[in-house]
């Protein structure tokens, strides 16, 4: 069935005109297989829940008891009684606390995995923009130096420069398309990886979006865990309130049973029986639900303290990242926005008067396209810690 679900919406893909961020989450939330796999895992694991929280059944009996008395009298007796078992310990209790707290784990794995499987597709996404931007800077360069190129031909041909000329900018030319290749091969790579991770046709996979970094996210409030930290604190309260349920245990299991008894001998008589048992708490006196409480709250306290440790790290680190790579992306298109297009102005005009060598004019065109490319390097450094910092705060969960 999910082979079906994910072949019917790769269909549905198909047709679609762009994705955009609102649908990389969107489809990474609800197709993602180990995001299904996950969610499945925690309704397993609420199953459990059921059988722990059933009372026992109660069962019915039927006995007779002849005794033969001579040639034409028998001694019947039989009996029909009900037997309840009646709970007094907190046996059952500490059980449905244990189930409850597998439960919380599961979902608490669960938010883990979406938020991971949301950020590794919008990394993915922004990856495959990036690309997509780096081949067109290629494709500016080899235009620019095309340009150049007919320039230098002209000049050529009129006798005002030498072959040299003609040859390294030719050179400098077939140098920019091969890595103009190199980055369309690469946007195919990132487009084609991102349909896989999405589950689409990458034929049909257009991308809506750019690299623009909003301002930080808000943390949360103190009291409003993400998701992941809130499922693991459940575990924990839960095991802890299987142990104090444990506690009582130890009581023995008590069952009642009362009936009909219809004695047959010369005439009928009717009459009732009714009885109580205890079980004698020797062997198993609930130590054993004890000590699975008391190992799953240390279990699930580490691993929120754990957990904790983890986004409180990631967070700092993005945090940091996000605020670095836009301040150096503010100060360096500051720094080099009006400089390039100097030098691209000065170096072009120029070298049409004859002022300046060939060396010069690949020069400014190399500076041209190496700004650009940096400036792409800093806006996606700049999202893909604004991605950390919103998966490190919850948001994809």
Known sequence: ?????????????????????????????????????????????????????????????????????GPSVRDIQDSIFLTVPVELGGRRSAQKALARSGTSEARAHAARTQGEAVAASLRLFYDALAADRDARIAQESVTRLDEAGRVVRRRHEEGTISGYERARLELETELARSRLRAAEAEARTARATLAAMLGVQPGSLELRGDLTTADPPTKRAPGQARPWIHHLRASETEAREAGESAGSAWIPALSLSGGLRIATTTETRYGYVAGASLSIPAFSRGQELRAESHARQRVAAAETLAAERVIHVE???????????????????????ERVKLLERAVESGYREGDRSIVELVDAQRARTDVDRRRLDLELAAKRAEIRLRAARGEFE
Do not use: C
């Not at 945090?319 to 720094?335: I, K, L, N, V, Y």
């Open 1 to 69: 069935m999910l082979a079906l679900a994910l072949v019917h919406a790769a269909a549905t893909d198909a047709r679609a005109e762009s994705v955009g961020e609102a649908d990389v989450i969107r489809i990474a939330k609800t197709r993602d297989p180990i995001v299904l796999a996950a969610r499945e895992g925690a309704s397993a694991a609420q199953t459990g829940e059921l059988g722990a929280g059933l009372y026992p059944n109660p069962s019915a009996s039927w006995e007779r008891e002849a005794t033969p008395g």
């Open 315 to 337: 967070e700092v680190r993005a945090s940091e990242e996000f605020a670095a790579a836009r301040a150096e992306m503010a100060r360096f298109g500051e720094a080099t926005g």
